[in-house]
Structure formats: structure tokens, C-alpha cells
């Protein structure tokens, strides 16, 4: 059974600074996608990164470009989003996805992602 367990949300001032992990208890984790999707409130889920299988490529949302980093480590089979320069419009219940081998063009899809964590908020006041 796959399990994908998000920590690390919480409640920052705008400016500030938070890392998301995701672990997955995936057997051969370093072969899957990995995305990070957010869900802020009274909106669609919309997709903020992914990383592919080796860590080498990486994918962003326009809108956390430049502030946000997705990372993995492999051997520890977790996922991070590093998240600097939070703004209010960042809050929002983050989710981690997995799936294996998705092709880069389907990346910022949901519907690519089979495996899905239960989520962690983050609040970013003004």
C-alpha cells in the first residue's frame, strides 16, 4: 500500500520561510514523479512543482518561480519544497504526488499523479 505522508506546513509572516517533506513508501520510489500541488481556499488544485525521477529536472508554476525549490533525495525516498519569499496568496493546502515515469509534458496535470498524500496547510499572514 502507498503512502505518502506531507509535515512541515504551518503559520509564517509574508517574507518568510518554510520547507515542506513528503515520504513515500514507495519500493522503487527512485523511478516516480514527484509534484507538489496546492489547494487554497475555495479554489481548484493547481500544480506548483515537479521533480523527475533523478532530481536533474524540475518543473515550476509561474507564480513561485524563483521562490520555491523541489528537491529529492532518493536514498531517504522524500520529497521538499522549499518555499522563501511566502506571500498570502501562497496559502493553501499543499499536497505531494507521485506517480511512475510520467512523461515532462504532463508534469503540471493532477491527473497524471495516481498517489496522493493527505495534505498540510500553510497560512501566510499579511
Known amino acids: 500500500q502507498v503512502q505518502l505522508v506531507e509535515s512541515g506546513g504551518g503559520l509564517v509572516q509574508a517574507g518568510g520561510s518554510l520547507t515542506l517533506s513528503c515520504g513515500a513508501s514507495?519500493?522503487?520510489?527512485?523511478?516516480?514523479?514527484m509534484g507538489w500541488f496546492r489547494q487554497p481556499p475555495g479554489k481548484q488544485r493547481e500544480f506548483v512543482a515537479a521533480?523527475?525521477?533523478?532530481?536533474?529536472?524540475?518543473n515550476y508554476a509561474d507564480s513561485v518561480k524563483g521562490r520555491f525549490t523541489i528537491s529529492r533525495d532518493n536514498a531517504k525516498k522524500m520529497v521538499y519544497l522549499q518555499m522563501n519569499r511566502l506571500k498570502p496568496e501562497d496559502t493553501a493546502v499543499y499536497y505531494c504526488?507521485?506517480?511512475?515515469?510520467?512523461?515532462?509534458?504532463?508534469?503540471?496535470?493532477?491527473?497524471?499523479?495516481?498517489?496522493w498524500g493527505q495534505g498540510t496547510q500553510v497560512t501566510v499572514s499579511s
Open positions: 514507495l519500493r522503487t520510489f527512485s523511478s516516480f514523479t
Open positions: 521533480i523527475g525521477w533523478s532530481g536533474g529536472s524540475t
Open positions: 504526488a507521485a506517480e511512475d515515469r510520467v512523461g515532462s509534458s504532463w508534469w503540471r496535470e493532477s491527473r497524471s499523479y495516481a498517489y
